[in-house]
């Protein structure tokens, strides 16, 4: 049987995961040479990849939640050399692999290594890429202040219980975006910039979004009057909520906004008065499922 090499890339905490232990011996078995490294702090990820890149392995796997995914896959991206990346989600609310039909169990995850690589979009800006979303406005500050100790113990939902909490500091962000044949200016909500379709434990805030298009796609939710009764409908998915948005697709969408809007890239933080957000086409190569919807052509 053939050896093939993979260099795991394992969030700390997941260090004593039984099924991620299972699951790497089961791909051992399998035929897989698989080494694990662990992050400890910032920057590990973007080192540990380099490490693994110059030691010979041409496949990577980012273990852990949507933020490990995002820093593995842009460290790769900026190496511009032809290795591959699979996924193995291990997050609380796994947005990205959820939206791209990732098994979320460890052995599915890994069974993916042996399904062809295909080149996917990263979003950038301001010089940091991002995998899944950009969010901004009201639940971005939600998924920046959720706890991990209330992720533990709620999962997905913890994102909701923070947003629900909430109500009394919601305030509305104004700005001005434009981009190619599209420009918007008001007060909004909720800003999703995706690559990916989903952010915050599941909110589905760009609903068309593929990653093999060369294009962000673009949701503003302007807000309205009533600002405390819309946010509950967003967070709980209500009934109609969806033909509020204001949506376009675009390869590059510039922000202006004099007091300055706070952004969520995967789960790290970002505030600026002044951005520009641009699709890097092909910028990775991702072992993705037979039929990803994340795909133009699922086929």
Known sequence: MQTRKAW???????????????????????????????????GDAARLVQEGLAAGYRTLIAGGGDGTLREVAEALALCDGDASLALLPLGTANDFARAAGVPLDPHGALELLD????????????????????????????TANTSEDLKKVLGGVAYLFTGLSRFSELRAASGVLHGPGFRWEGELLALGIGNGRQAGGGHVL????????????ISILPAPTEVVATLKELLAGGLGLDNLFIRARLPWVEIQSAQGLDINLDGEPLQGTDLRFAARASAVRLHLPAGCPLLSRPG
Not at 22 to 28: I, Q, T
Not at 123 to 137: I, K, R, Y
Not at 206 to 217: I, K, T
Request: glycine share 14%.
């Open 206 to 217: 760009c609903p068309e979004a593929c990653v093999d298009d060369g294009l962000l796609d």
């Open 115 to 142: 399904r062809p690589a295909l080149p996917v979009d990263l979003g950038e800006v301001g010089g940091q890429l991002f995998l899944n979303m950009a969010t901004g406005g009201f639940g971005s500050q939600v």
């Open 8 to 42: 795991l890339i394992l969030h700390g905490k997941q260090a004593l995961n039984e099924d991620v232990r299972a699951a790497v011996k089961a791909r051992r078995q399998a035929g897989w040479d698989i080494a694990v490294r662990l992050t400890w702090e910032g």
